[in-house]
């Protein structure tokens, strides 16, 4: 019995040891922060971010912040798009989302949905279909933009919008920009005309994130601590909704 407990206890010391390794190596390895992964950070304090108030964008409400090189990008599109058609709305109305921002869009739309349906996992996927768990989405990293309408309806139907949806399409990958929710995928959110993301920054992110997620997701779904996220499948949602996206953006 002692000659047993001893190997145990040796081959516990070496189970620890390899994983203070790996875990080691994982940090060297990284690149990109995990408070910036998840959006635990303020990016009005960050010298990377820029503040869309002082550039020519037009923006629906003030207070929104994107990475500078992002922004650059954008502003040539901006200005591309305004030459072939100025009466047309180009407008941001969605860039930067940090963590407490998500989980407040998040928390209200459980609470409304809670009365209606019961089970926790339904209510997940509903609030899924448009709207991103805390830490998990794109908006996080300061890369992404949503352009004049959150409403599939007005790329489809809107004159106006499915000019501006073309116009996107055939260009915007021009600027760096890909559509990261765009029609075929099998998973993940509902199509989002209106959603675009600088894919060579973006891509760096997602890339850490989907290596995080292969080899240790207990870092990123130990730290999300929103409401509903201990009723749910958190690490497989997280693993659908992060990394079902366009091919395009990686």
Same mark, same amino acid.
């Given at each position: 019995?002692?000659?047993?407990?001893a190997?145990?206890?040796?081959?516990?010391?070496?189970t620890?040891? !390899?994983?203070?390794?790996?875990?080691s +190596?994982?940090?060297?390895?990284?690149?990109?922060? !995990?408070?910036k992964?998840?959006?635990q #950070?303020?990016?009005?304090?960050?010298?990377? #971010?820029?503040?869309?108030d002082? +550039?020519?964008l037009?923006?629906?409400?003030?207070?929104?912040?994107?990475?500078?090189?992002?922004?650059q990008?954008?502003?040539?599109?901006y200005?591309?798009?305004?030459?072939?058609?100025?009466?047309?709305?180009?407008?941001?109305?969605s860039?930067?989302?940090?963590?407490?921002?998500?989980?407040?869009?998040?928390?209200?739309?459980?609470?409304?949905?809670?009365?209606?349906l019961?089970?926790?996992?339904k209510?997940?996927?509903?609030?899924?279909?448009?709207?991103?768990?805390?830490?998990t989405?794109r908006? *996080?990293?300061?890369?992404?933009?949503d352009?004049?309408?959150?409403?599939?309806? /007005?790329?489809?139907?809107?004159?106006?919008g499915?000019?501006l949806?073309?116009?996107?399409?055939?260009?915007?990958?021009?600027?760096?920009f890909?559509?990261?929710?765009?029609e075929?995928?099998k998973?993940?959110?509902?199509?989002e005309?209106? *959603?675009?993301? /600088?894919?060579?920054?973006?891509?760096?992110?997602?890339?850490?994130?989907k290596?995080i997620?292969?080899?240790?997701?207990? +870092?990123?779904t130990q730290?999300?601590?929103?409401?509903? *996220?201990?009723?749910?499948?958190?690490e497989?949602?997280?693993?659908?909704y992060?990394? +079902?996206?366009n091919?395009d953006c /990686?």
């Open positions: 019995m002692k000659k047993r407990s190997k145990l206890k040796k081959k516990f010391k070496l620890q040891m !390899l994983t203070l390794l790996l875990c +190596t994982t940090a060297m390895a990284q690149t990109i922060p !995990l408070t992964l998840l959006g #950070f303020d990016e009005k304090k960050d010298d990377n #971010f820029i503040s869309l002082s +550039t020519v037009e923006v629906n409400k003030k207070g929104m912040y994107l990475q500078k090189e992002a922004t990008q954008l502003i040539k599109a200005h591309d798009f305004r030459k072939s058609y100025p009466n047309i709305p180009f407008i941001v109305v860039a930067t989302r940090n963590y407490m921002y998500q989980n407040s869009i998040w928390q209200r739309k459980w609470n409304a949905l809670l009365p209606k019961s089970d926790p996992q209510i997940a996927k509903e609030i899924l279909q448009y709207s991103s768990m805390p830490g989405s908006h *996080h990293w300061g890369t992404d933009i352009i004049t309408s959150v409403s599939s309806e /007005y790329f489809q139907y809107d004159p106006k499915i000019i949806y073309k116009w996107l399409q055939e260009n915007m990958p021009k600027y760096g890909c559509q990261a929710f765009n075929g995928r998973g993940g959110y509902q199509p005309e209106w *959603h675009w993301s /600088y894919k060579p920054i973006a891509s760096q992110y997602i890339a850490e994130y290596a997620l292969e080899h240790y997701p207990n +870092t990123i730290v999300l601590d929103f409401i509903g *996220h201990d009723k749910i499948e958190l497989k949602l997280v693993k659908e992060v990394l +079902t996206v091919n /990686y």
